[in-house]
């Protein structure tokens, strides 16, 4: 019997059970919701990374070809060497440019007008006189022979036999006029004109000319500057963190010191390139563009995330590998370097890979020590003027040949087939050597 001012409490399991399994289903239903979200966000992610693959490979996949022009050019002894002594200076600055410009003119001897001469003469490239005068210096044997040579054509022929330049518009929008496209298929009902593996694109350095440009001099330079990089940045990375996590005790300084690392890995990185150009070159007088100032500005840069990754590969080493190796009566040091470090080295390896990758495409500080400059040598020395690949690319981008824009892109597929290529050695070596405790 209820007590009277008092209200009873029903306990009724049907209407709980009925609350429970409301509650589960929006549950459930939210649960789904996040998960279809979730999807649609990855899934929109995955198009837009194919859509951009897809427009740099669409664009790029054609600097891979090089046209061709194939001329019968007559060393003439005459104008390469009169007096028959076979000089390596006289040979060397022989007017090579001729022999091919004769070579043109007797495969059209009805081009007369010098307008016409000049439009004919442009259909091959200026790098076919520097691959004669090459050719003659390897072999002088062939003076006074007439030679079937394969040599560059012009940028705009390139393009006009890749499909970029449309033959249906006006003579007036076009880059080759109506008799400079009638000489091209002249040529090439004769097979004189093809296409074939662009080799000078790897093996060639910078130059204005598109189609005698190449990517090997921004390649060389990349490795040496990533060279000095790694040489700078791993040991005192990996030294600064076996420091703070082994052996520095915990204070306000070293608290100190950890706040600023993880900032500086936050901080942008033309600030580095800045700190370069006053202290590397303003202050110590390092030359500008060389590998060795742009090792160091990137060394500086990648430092926070190796000490960072080195740090977190110490800490995933167990205490009991330490208690043990100090129970047996190893010193401190001795635990450290042979014991605790081995095992985390991995983990050190793969964070200084990924910190590697991300230096090899930075363009910012680069620029501030300059490394935007035209270099058309390949570098043989960390001292030696070079540039490197995102610089490149950052060059190509702003020309406004039509070539340039394959080239860009055929070299955005290169740096980011190296940036694979490193991230895929970072997962192999943590799959291969991480122990799971």
């Known amino acids: 019997m209820n007590s009277p001012g008092k209200t009873s409490l029903v306990f009724s399991p049907d209407a709980a059970m009925q609350k429970v399994r409301a509650g589960l289903g929006r549950r459930y239903r939210a649960e789904r919701r996040f998960r279809r979200f979730g999807l649609a966000a990855i899934l929109l992610g995955l198009l837009f990374l194919a859509l951009l693959l897809i427009s740099i490979v669409g664009k790029g996949y054609s600097a891979f070809q090089q046209t061709w022009i194939a001329l019968d050019i007559v060393i003439d002894e005459q104008q390469?060497?009169?007096?028959?002594?076979?000089?390596?200076?006289?040979?060397?600055?022989?007017?090579?440019?001729?022999?091919?410009?004769?070579?043109?003119?007797?495969?059209?001897?009805?081009?007369?007008g010098r307008s016409e001469k000049r439009q004919l003469y442009g259909l091959v490239s200026g790098g076919a006189a520097f691959q004669l005068r090459k050719l003659v210096l390897n072999d002088p044997r062939i003076i006074g022979t007439t030679q079937h040579i394969r040599v560059p054509a012009n940028d705009d022929v390139d393009m006009l036999m890749k499909g970029h330049i449309d033959r249906t518009l006006a003579s007036s929008r076009r880059r080759l006029g109506d008799d400079e496209i009638a000489w091209i298929d002249r040529l090439a009902d004769e097979n004189r004109?093809?296409?074939?593996?662009?080799?000078?694109?790897?093996?060639?350095?910078?130059?204005?000319?598109?189609?005698?440009?190449?990517?090997?001099?921004?390649?060389v330079g990349s490795f040496l500057t990533l060279a000095v990089t790694l040489l700078l940045a791993f040991p005192v990375g990996v030294a600064t963190a076996v420091y703070l996590e082994e052996y520095a005790s915990r204070n306000h300084w070293t608290d100190l010191i950890e706040v600023n690392i993880n900032n500086l890995a936050a901080v942008p990185s033309i600030v580095f390139g800045l700190l370069g150009l006053a202290i590397f070159i303003n202050f110590f007088g390092i030359p500008r563009s060389t590998p060795l100032v742009g090792g160091l500005v990137l060394a500086l840069m990648t430092l926070p995330t190796i000490i960072?990754?080195?740090?977190?590969?110490?800490?995933?080493?167990?205490?009991?590998?330490?208690?043990?190796a100090l129970g047996v009566g190893a010193s401190r040091t001795q635990t450290v370097f042979q014991h605790v470090l081995p095992l985390a080295m991995p983990g050190m390896?793969?964070?200084?890979?990924?910190g590697m990758a991300q230096a090899l495409g930075e363009t910012a500080p680069l620029l501030m020590i300059g490394m935007v400059a035209f270099i058309v040598d390949i570098p043989g020395g960390v001292t030696d003027p070079a540039t490197v690949l995102p610089v490149q690319i950052f060059l190509w981008a702003d020309s406004p040949e039509r070539a340039f824009v394959e080239r860009t892109s055929a070299a955005i597929m290169i740096l980011l087939g190296f940036l694979f290529?490193?991230?895929a050695l970072a997962v192999v070596l943590r799959r291969r050597f991480e122990r799971r405790w």
């Open 308 to 324: 960072i990754a080195s740090r977190a590969a110490l800490k995933s080493v167990p205490p009991s590998i330490r208690e043990a």
């Open 193 to 219: 004109i093809g296409k074939s593996f662009n080799t000078t694109f790897f093996t060639a350095g910078d130059s204005r000319e598109p189609e005698l440009a190449g990517i090997r001099g921004a390649v």
């Open 80 to 112: 390469l060497d009169p007096t028959g002594q076979r000089d390596p200076a006289v040979l060397a600055t022989a007017n090579y440019g001729a022999l091919v410009k004769d070579s043109l003119r007797r495969m059209f001897p009805d081009v007369t």
């Open 421 to 423: 290529l490193m991230n």
């Open 349 to 354: 390896l793969t964070g200084t890979i990924i």
